[in-house]
């Protein structure tokens, strides 16, 4: 069952690290990377399963109907696992038409392609989507996000993942592919792009230059870390019900400034700075438009089904975070070079 296996956006962050996990794993199986390698997707982030004989980078646009269909017939994949996306949803607010076409378009080309493709036999495939919490919309002081909370997608980028969620129910019920969706909370971690909050904080500190912080920091998320994200979607893959959707979250809720705070702490240890230092360095910013209060996931069923839980403390998974950052300078510099320089000074602007 499932013996090759298509992984888009593998070259990203939580593509990475889903990548490195099958690849270690599952030897006799084959894993086709396919990843636009935009801003976001950085092979680097993979140098070390590079050369293993069951894995295969290919570069490629999922919104490219002929080269995907073309992708399908060469690869007779089993599987896909769908990551490819536009993930900011700060970007997504200064050019929405790039979240519909990737994040729309690219996912009803992905399985338009799986039903071409498998059409005369569904046995033993799978369309594995991975989306996110943001799906739901804001949560007040109280209550959490379950499989059954109705969608109130809020910023182009959550109406966007919103939108390719419903294709895939959509081919699900009127095609009948088999598919599965999980809906997963904030994710840290290794290999992290710079522009989200964690490793953008770490960067910052360790460079002294002011921790921008929306609002006055009251918005709240539920943190998992990358690697525990990555094993759930292995278990949903290999042991979810077709048909349904599983929310995966850290149990784990954290107000952004008292989270800045913890890293911040943290920082002056690792950095052998004064304690209070590096909270020196905390700036409000003019708050995103449409910002969503809270995201809290319920991850009861995931839990209780398949046995999936998180396995780190956020205080260990966030020294574990801050230490490859640390230790892996040179990844940060390539990263937040060119480009992203522009981005960052027309986002940040002060209050
Ligand atoms: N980061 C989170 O906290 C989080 C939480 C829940 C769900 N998700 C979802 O998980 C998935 C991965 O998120 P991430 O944070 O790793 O994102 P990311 O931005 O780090 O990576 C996305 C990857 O997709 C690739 N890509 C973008 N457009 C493409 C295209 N048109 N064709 C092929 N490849 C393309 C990029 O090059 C990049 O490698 C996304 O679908 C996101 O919605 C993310």
């Known amino acids: 069952m499932h013996n090759t296996i298509l992984i888009t956006g593998g070259a990203g962050f939580i593509g990475s690290h889903v990548v490195r996990l099958f690849v270690n794993n599952y030897p006799h199986y084959q894993i086709i990377n396919l990843d636009a390698l935009t801003y976001a997707g950085n092979l680097e982030n993979l140098k070390d399963i590079k050369d293993k004989p069951n894995y295969k980078f290919v570069k490629g646009d999922i919104t490219d109907e002929s080269f995907i269909d073309e992708l399908f017939a060469t690869h007779q994949f089993d599987g896909v696992i769908h990551l490819a996306a536009e993930s900011h949803v700060d970007r997504s607010i200064m050019d929405p038409l790039a979240f519909i076409r990737t994040n729309v378009m690219g996912t009803a080309v992905l399985l338009n392609a799986a039903r071409k493709y498998w059409k005369d036999n569904y046995e033993g495939k799978l369309f594995y989507h991975v989306s996110t919490d943001e799906v739901y919309g804001s949560l007040g002081a109280e209550g959490f996000f379950t499989e059954e909370t109705a969608y109130d997608p809020r910023s182009p980028y959550s109406a966007s993942k919103a939108s390719s969620d419903h294709f895939v129910n959509a081919y699900y019920h009127t095609y009948h592919l088999p598919v599965v969706i999980s809906n997963c909370s904030n994710n840290y971690g290794s290999n992290h792009f710079p522009e989200k909050l964690i490793p953008l904080a770490i960067h910052n500190i360790k460079n002294n230059k002011p921790v921008p912080v929306y609002g006055k920091g009251e918005n709240v998320r539920d943190w998992l870390f990358v690697e525990d994200h990555a094993r759930a979607i292995d278990t949903i893959f290999h042991k979810g019900r077709v048909g349904e959707t599983y929310n995966i979250g850290g149990f784990n809720e954290w107000k952004n400034i008292d989270l800045i705070n913890l890293l911040c702490m943290i920082m002056?240890?690792?950095?052998?700075?004064?304690?209070?230092?590096?909270?020196?360095?905390?700036?409000?910013?003019?708050?995103?438009?449409?910002?969503?209060?809270?995201?809290?996931?319920?991850?009861?069923?995931?839990?209780?089904?398949?046995?999936?839980?998180?396995?780190?403390?956020?205080?260990?998974?966030?020294?574990?975070?801050?230490?490859?950052?640390?230790?892996?300078?040179?990844?940060?510099?390539?990263?937040?070079?060119g480009a992203y320089q522009d981005y960052y000074s027309e986002q940040y602007q002060k209050r």
């Open 268 to 337: 002056d240890k690792k950095l052998q700075r004064a304690p209070g230092t590096s909270a020196k360095l905390i700036t409000f910013v003019k708050d995103r438009a449409g910002h969503d209060l809270r995201y809290a996931i319920d991850a009861t069923k995931l839990n209780k089904e398949l046995g999936w839980a998180p396995s780190l403390q956020f205080e260990e998974g966030l020294e574990k975070t801050v230490d490859w950052y640390l230790a892996n300078e040179e990844w940060l510099e390539h990263v937040t070079s």
